[in-house]
């Protein structure tokens, strides 16, 4: 039986991994849309990536791209196995994961990403209650479909005095 009595604590969010069927695509609209910085690219193979994955005769290429702020983005291509899903889920499908960018100008990067393959789920809206209340958000998907939420803060004036 395990010793479930040690105790341990989270330290930090290191990452999100996000499995994409066109790396080179996929990393474009992160680096030269959004202009997360490339960290760094890797390949994964064998026994490593078996272990890591639980995927039997995984091959991934995948690249590290750094968030203002410190997170990272991780996308995967899986090489193999050959017989991967491509799956199609909407965000209120059970294992639906996105992630939520605070931005500053919610109506700028909708254009610049309007061009990119990626589309508005829907259109954007301003919370009106909770502690997100004021901020305008929207959902964009990728040609994967990843959900990437948006949200730009409420808009503060400053005091001229």
């Known amino acids: 039986m395990a010793d479930v009595s040690k105790s341990f604590r989270i330290l930090a969010a290191d990452h999100t991994g996000i499995t994409v069927s066109?790396?080179?695509?996929?990393?474009?609209?992160?680096?030269?849309?959004?202009?997360?910085?490339?960290?760094?690219?890797?390949?994964?193979t064998g026994e490593l990536a078996?272990?890591?994955?639980?995927?039997a005769g995984a091959e991934i290429k995948l690249a590290v791209l750094k968030a203002?702020?410190?997170?990272?983005?991780?996308?995967?291509?899986?090489?193999?196995p050959p017989d991967r899903?491509?799956?199609?889920?909407c965000p209120c499908d059970v294992g639906h994961v996105h992630v939520a960018l605070l931005v500053d100008d919610l109506d700028a990067i909708r254009e610049k990403i309007a061009g990119s393959g990626w589309k508005a789920a829907g259109k954007p809206q301003t919370?009106?209650?909770?502690?997100?209340?004021?901020?305008?958000?929207?959902?964009?998907?990728d040609p994967d479909?990843?959900?990437i939420e948006f949200m730009q803060p409420p808009f503060k004036a400053?005091?001229?005095c």
């Open 50 to 55: 078996r272990e890591i994955t639980g995927v």
């Open 22 to 44: 066109n790396l080179e695509r996929s990393l474009a609209f992160w680096r030269d849309v959004l202009g997360f910085e490339l960290s760094h690219t890797a390949h994964q």
């Open 127 to 141: 919370l009106k209650t909770g502690p997100n209340a004021g901020k305008r958000v929207v959902y964009v998907r």
């Open 85 to 89: 899903k491509h799956a199609d889920v």
């Open 145 to 147: 479909g990843t959900t």
């Open 158 to 160: 400053v005091d001229s």
């Open 68 to 80: 203002p702020g410190g997170h990272k983005i991780e996308l995967l291509e899986y090489l193999t």
